[in-house]
């Protein structure tokens, strides 16, 4: 049971283009979600969040997008740079039962090319 | 340290052995989580703790798998009877658990069953 989805394994991004990783959830009762980015032999860090009061949150090159009612996020990084090539988890978070654990998806491989 | 501390970084063990995974999460969270990542695939949720409360096993594969945190703070996940497929990097993450909040990830330690 899959509850947090991220469908693109992969995806290849000419430098300076914008790169948008999509992420989908299935339990309604997700409020917080977030966006890690991972280099390979390193923890995950943590990029940017967004509260399901919001649609909308930006942090320089980084804009995450959440439509609720499709239930689905999306990360936007522009202008992309060689820098970002990493694997990029979307996870979700809730106030109670099921949800109230950090749930991942599976991850997607940006690779940013010159 | 400031940071989410693991250790061993590497282990490497034979089938059949038991093994202790340690984890030291940032002073004052109250969140612990347990993950793992195989080869080429997510982050594999394996076990919560938050507060007093109980923990989440619903992510432990089987009954080889254990963990505990003891006074709140440093986490020991062990392993009995390893296995091949129990090769991946376990990965350790904190956070203060309260609602809106980012977990922190430790380095993760490799573990290699030969």
């Known amino acids: 049971d899959q509850q947090v989805k991220q469908n693109s394994p992969s995806l290849s991004v000419q430098e300076g283009r914008i790169s948008i990783l999509n992420c989908d959830y299935t339990n309604s009762m997700f409020d917080y979600f977030l966006w890690y980015k991972k280099y390979p032999a390193e923890g995950p860090t943590f990029l940017i969040s967004?509260?399901?009061?919001?649609d909308k949150n930006e942090d320089g090159r980084f804009t995450v997008f959440l439509n609720k009612s499709a239930k689905h996020l999306s990360l936007h990084i522009v202008p992309s740079q060689p820098g970002d090539s990493a694997v990029y988890f979307c996870a979700a978070s809730g106030r109670a039962g099921t949800a109230s654990k950090l749930t991942f998806g599976t991850g997607t491989r940006l690779q940013v090319t010159l | 340290g400031a940071g989410v501390s693991q250790s061993p970084s590497n282990k490497v063990t034979e089938k059949g052995k038991d093994v202790e995974l340690r984890c030291d999460p940032i002073s004052g969270h109250t969140a612990l989580y347990w993950y793992r990542q195989s080869l080429g695939q997510g982050l594999e949720f394996l076990i919560y703790f938050q507060g007093n409360s109980a923990p989440d096993k619903s992510g432990l594969p089987s009954d080889r798998f254990s963990a505990e945190r003891t006074g709140g703070s440093v986490s020991t996940l062990t392993i009995q009877r390893t296995q091949q497929e129990d090769s991946a990097v376990y990965l350790c993450?904190?956070?203060?658990?309260?609602?809106?909040?980012?977990?922190?990830f430790g380095q993760g330690t490799r573990l290699t069953v030969v």
């Open positions: 993450a904190s956070s203060f658990g309260g609602l809106n909040t980012e977990a922190f």
């Open positions: 967004i509260s399901s009061i919001k």
